[in-house]
């Protein structure tokens, strides 16, 4: 088995153990933490632990990435659960994107590329979706506003123009508010 596949197979505990070295030593001290392997009873290189601290650090910095632009995202619309979705649609879009344009031949033999066709599917589909639901939510609001603004001027006329034309404007543009 390779350097690498052993450390695939590592207990949990250990791994986790490395992993937690790894990030206290800044991603550093491979010598010091092969020979710590050692002494775990696993025989491994230093180039080998050096890459999957290369490896792990990629992941970690990936996932920092991530954290920082869903901060952004509620940042940008943190009252709008429909823009938000909007925005986590076109930021996966673009993760989804930016793998393709690094797929090299090489890099194809290592990823399935069903699944990554997939997921673009499945994403496309998904903001499809959600724009169907946001239009439809805004044409049945839309609908609801104008029959309230009937009722109300129904209203006005019956109790012989109780509201003054002034307020009856007010509560209408409150209500078309609404559908904005």
């Known amino acids: 088995m390779s350097s690498r596949g052993i450390l695939r197979t590592l ?7 490395l ?19 050692r002494t775990q009873g696993c025989i491994i ?3 080998s632990v050096q890459k999957y601290g290369n490896q792990l ?9 991530a954290t920082a632009q869903a901060r952004a995202l509620l940042e940008a619309a943190p009252d709008d659960d429909c823009q938000i979705t909007e925005a986590m649609l076109r930021l996966v879009q673009q ?22 066709a997939t997921s673009v599917a499945q994403m496309s589909r998904a903001t499809i979706m959600h724009r169907k639901s946001v239009e439809e939510w805004r044409v ?19 109790d012989g123009g109780g509201l ?5 404007e007010a509560i209408r543009n409150a209500l078309l508010e609404v559908t904005k």
Do not use: H
């Open 11 to 17: 207990a949990p505990e250990l791994r986790a153990e």
């Open 19 to 37: 992993d937690r070295r790894l990030v206290e030593r800044n991603f550093s001290g491979y010598t010091e933490l092969s020979a710590w392997l």
């Open 164 to 168: 003054t034309p002034e307020t009856t």
């Open 95 to 116: 993760q989804l994107f930016a793998v393709l344009i690094e797929l090299t031949p090489a890099k194809a033999k290592q990823i399935n590329l069903g699944a990554l």
């Open 57 to 65: 650090e990629g992941k970690m910095a990936a996932l920092e990435r």
């Open 140 to 158: 049945l609001l839309k609908a609801r506003a104008v029959k309230a603004e009937a009722k109300l001027v129904e209203a006005v006329a019956k």
């Open 45 to 47: 290189s230093r180039q």
